[in-house]
Structures are given as C-alpha cells and as structure tokens.
C-alpha cells in the first residue's frame, strides 16, 4: 500500500524483473566503450532508466536515457516483441533522437532490431509487435517498419555511436 502510493506520487514505477533483464541484455548489445560513473565510485556500462506508466495501450517513449513503457506493454507482450520495443526505444537515445520523424523511427526501428537480434530474440517473431502501431504523421506505415526490421543482418556490425545525454 505504502509502495503504491509512493510509486503513485512518483508517476513512475519500476519494470517487472523478466522485462528488466530483457532490456538490459537488449541495451547492452550497444556502446560497450561507453561507460557510466557511479556517486559511490563503481562504474558501469551506459544504461538507460527503465519506468512503467499506467494505460493498457501498448506504448513507449525514450527521452535523453529515461525510457518509460505503458503498463500495457510491459504485460501483452512476447519476450521478442518487448525486446523489439525496448531495442527502439534504446536505440532513439543511442541514436541522439531528439523528437520523432518518420526518418527517425526507422533508423530506430533498424538499430533496434539489430540490438535484439543480437541479444539472441527472433525479429521474425517480434514484427507482430507491428499489430499494435498505427500510422501516425510521424510515424511510418506498419509494413514499412516490418521490412525495415526483418531487413537487418544481424550478424553486421556492432553499433557504434554516443548517447545522446554524453555528447552534450
Ligand atoms: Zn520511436
């Protein structure tokens, strides 16, 4: 009770611990030379901060390393759809996204899909996560984004790159 009305007034709480670890191992897949630099003197790789928000829509945002997921999406999805959302959203921050363009969901959707087929998660089961996004005015048709994610090799390169929050 306590926690809830503590993570009411937060506006935010944590993800579940399975959808945690997916979006670690996703979001580990990029930027290994980044490295974070801890108050109590440890470091770590870059990682974002993951939150859950209230609404049974499935839907994400990813602003400057903070990456907030719908309750929706934290619960109706497969492991490899999620891991294809939380791949998104990561690579919006990778990729120093600051707001969204139809040629920015597509090089996330494609850096995304890179991130978690490298973290072992199937694209081609993942793209049915494409059932729940509309088409939007910045965001591209659902086929197209389906194409661009079954599109990438992904034995390719390991993406390079700074997040946005450190090359400021
Ligand atoms: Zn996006």
């Not at 926690?3 to 979006?23: H, K």
């Not at 993951?50 to 109706?76: C, D, E, W, Y």
């Not at 492991?79 to 090089?107: C, M, Q, V």
């Amino acid at each position: 009770m306590v926690l809830s009305v503590l993570t009411a007034m937060l506006g935010a709480m944590l993800l579940p611990d399975d959808r945690q670890a997916i979006a670690l191992k996703v979001a580990a897949q990029g930027l290994p030379e980044c490295r974070m630099y801890h108050a109590d003197g440890s470091e770590g790789p870059c990682l974002p901060v993951f939150t859950v928000t209230r609404g049974k829509a499935v839907n994400s945002r990813s602003l400057a390393g903070q990456i907030a997921f719908t309750h929706g999406a934290t619960t109706r999805l497969s492991d490899d759809e999620f891991a294809l959302l939380a791949g998104h959203e990561i690579a919006h921050w990778y990729l120093g996204h600051r707001g969204s363009s139809l040629e920015a969901e597509l090089a996330a959707d494609r850096l995304g899909a890179l991130l978690a087929c490298r973290a072992g998660y199937d694209l081609t089961r993942a793209v049915s996560i494409f059932r729940f996004v509309g088409r939007g005015r910045d965001h591209p048709a659902p086929a197209l984004r389906r194409a661009a994610v079954l599109a990438v090799d992904c034995q390719g390169p390991r993406p390079l790159g700074t997040p946005a929050m450190h090359s400021r």
